[in-house]
């Protein structure tokens, strides 16, 4: 059973950069892919990134192509997730989830971990 801990959210002003770290334990080689989700207040949770935990290649949804960068140590067992150029409406819990097969979903969940832009 694979264990997700998020770190690294906190409060930023606009135009800042923050990092956030996930990391996995307990079945980590059985990871097909991760990733970071969001879901700010009123609104339903995004995927905002992923990669192949295999491969590390990688998705990125349009709104932070450009200023989000997704990465993994795969010796550390911990995903990376660089934001730059943050904007209020960056502003969400964020949470890292992975998918452990093909067709499989996103079934193992972290706690979140909030980042607040300010503008």
């Known amino acids: 059973q694979v264990q997700l801990v998020e770190s690294g959210g906190g409060l930023v002003q606009a135009g800042g950069s923050l990092r956030l770290s996930c990391a996995a334990s307990?079945?980590?080689?059985?990871?097909?892919?991760i990733g970071w989700f969001r879901q700010a207040p009123g609104k339903e949770r995004e995927s905002v990134t992923t990669?192949?935990?295999?491969?590390?290649?990688?998705y990125y949804t349009d709104s932070v192509k450009g200023r989000f960068t997704i990465s993994r140590d795969k010796a550390k067992n911990t995903m990376y997730l660089q934001m730059n150029s943050l904007k209020p409406e960056d502003t969400a819990v964020y949470y890292c989830a992975a998918q452990m097969g093909i067709g499989l979903g996103y079934n193992h969940w972290g706690q979140g971990t909030q980042v607040t832009v300010s503008s």
């Open positions: 990669i192949n935990w295999s491969s590390g290649s990688t």
């Open positions: 307990g079945g980590t080689s059985n990871i097909y892919r």
